[in-house]
């Protein structure tokens, strides 16, 4: 634990996730520091900043959405969206004589928000058809940017009005996804969908609990944002460290090929026995959290126990993922790409030194990522069936992948990730 501010406190230590982010006793919950929430949108708090009461009538009206029978609904969709971007990136080796350099990035982003939208009000955004972002994809990551610099100024509260003078207007305008998110809901609302996606579960008369308007509105607009970005770090971190790694990378390969003869054999249950995808997904997520800052929260009024250390109330205090991950203190060589160091089989000294309840990149206790599970299904498909069609690697001008080199507000603003596709010899895929 150490002291980063006047009033703050950052963590590494595992046992801090229980204490900061898990549930205590009514009253006594490590609240969201409101300095990093913004409420100005229109005025409702959505699943994020909502009071603890709040919070768990809307969590559980969406927590339906996100249930293991609604993730077995929406695999065909996944499937779907996942043969789009498999399709697209063969067309780009068709128009490149037997091989392309694609920026993995765009397509991941492109095919994880293109997900989101079709699940969550049944309209998809076309990114992976048009081969672009949608406007509204390429305002998530400028939202969270927004966010971070609005926030920082807040630090300074004699000095915010000039210098929230000072940020450039896109950063300060973060209405427009706003408006964009606002003008799809409604559509939804007024369109009658019959299909399941997230908002009929929150639109069921049968559900007594119910959300406003306004909070469908926030909430929905989290949901977008934090359902395509995180899971497209996730991918590409974890693409960029298997490609720095052949061993892995050949090992996963031999994993998945020797498992599936055709790529329809590919499906959620039967990849979830794959250990070594799972590992690779884990150490993926270690070596390039999504999120990696702390996730702010604030002691309760009469203070509370961290780590055996009590503080006062009112002490700003988080965990701070990326120091965690890559601190000795929890594992052994951190800074190596180690999927095995996640198997159940591995039984050496590396391994069980490692304190592997460190790693909860999707956060931790009530307020965890209610996406978790559709973020690893998302995961295992989108990386099984990559390694399935191509043979990747790293072009001559890519250096070696270091996620540590790029910035971070709240989430990661990711720099190109430019891998060379090869189609397998006997893969035939049919391109419309
Ligand atoms: C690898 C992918 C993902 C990662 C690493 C991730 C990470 C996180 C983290 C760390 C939080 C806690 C935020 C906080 O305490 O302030 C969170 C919350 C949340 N995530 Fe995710 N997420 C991922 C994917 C998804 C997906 C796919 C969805 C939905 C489509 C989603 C929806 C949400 C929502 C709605 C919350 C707020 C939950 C609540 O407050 O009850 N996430 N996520």
């Avoid at 928000?113 to 400028?142: K, N, P, Q, Y």
């Avoid at 809901?185 to 007594?208: A, C, Q, W």
């Avoid at 979830?272 to 993926?284: F, N, Q, R, T, W």
């Avoid at 460190?358 to 599970?373: A, H, V």
Wanted: charged letters at 20%; a positive charge.
């Amino acid at each position: 634990m150490i002291r980063i501010g006047p009033n703050e406190i950052s963590c590494i230590n595992p046992q801090a996730w229980q204490d900061i982010y898990g549930g205590h006793k009514p009253g006594q919950n490590f609240g969201k520091n409101p300095l990093w929430m913004s409420r100005k949108q229109n005025t409702a708090n959505s699943i994020l900043s909502a009071s603890d009461a709040d919070h768990h009538r809307i969590r559980r009206l969406i927590s339906h959405a996100f249930s293991d029978k609604a993730l077995r609904a929406q695999e065909p969709i996944l499937q779907e969206y996942v043969g789009i971007l498999m399709r697209r990136l063969h067309e780009q080796t068709k128009a490149g004589w037997g091989s392309a350099v694609v920026d993995l990035v765009e397509w991941f982003s492109w095919t994880t928000f293109d997900i989101v939208g079709e699940l969550g009000f049944g309209e998809t955004f076309g990114c992976l058809t048009d081969e672009r972002h949608h406007s509204w994809s390429a305002l998530v990551f400028s939202h969270f940017k927004a966010a971070s610099l609005v926030t920082s100024v807040r630090f300074y509260p004699l000095l915010e009005r000039f210098l929230r003078w000072w940020l450039p207007s896109p950063v300060t305008n973060r209405q427009g996804h706003f408006q964009l998110s606002r003008e799809k809901i409604h559509r939804r609302l007024k369109g009658g969908k019959t299909t399941p996606d997230f908002m009929s579960y929150v639109l069921d008369p049968k559900n007594e609990e119910r959300m406003s308007l306004q909070e469908i509105e926030t909430t929905f607009n989290i949901l977008i944002i934090a359902g395509s970005e995180t899971t497209a770090s996730a991918l590409a971190g974890t693409t960029g460290y298997l490609l720095n790694n052949p061993m892995c990378l050949a090992t996963l390969i031999q994993e998945i090929r020797s498992n599936f003869v055709e790529e329809n054999d590919i499906n959620l249950t039967s990849l979830g026995k794959l250990p070594y995808l799972s590992a690779v997904i884990e150490e993926g997520l270690r070596m390039a959290p999504p999120v990696p800052s702390g996730l702010p929260r604030v002691t309760p009024a009469e203070g509370g126990v961290v780590c055996g250390e009590w503080l006062p109330g009112g002490t700003d205090i988080s965990f701070s993922q990326w120091s965690a991950y890559r601190s000795t203190l929890n594992f052994s060589r951190p800074n190596e790409f180690i999927p095995e160091r996640w198997l159940q089989s591995n039984r050496t000294s590396q391994s069980t030194f490692d304190k592997k309840s460190t790693l909860q990149p999707f956060s931790f206790g009530p307020r965890n990522c209610i996406g978790k599970n559709l973020a690893y299904a998302e995961l295992r498909l989108i990386l099984s069936r990559m390694i399935w069609n191509f043979d990747l690697s790293f072009p001559k001008e890519m250096g070696a992948y270091d996620w540590a080199k790029q910035k971070t507000y709240v989430l990661v603003e990711k720099q190109p990730l430019k891998v060379r596709l090869t189609p397998r010899k006997f893969v035939k895929y049919t391109l419309d």
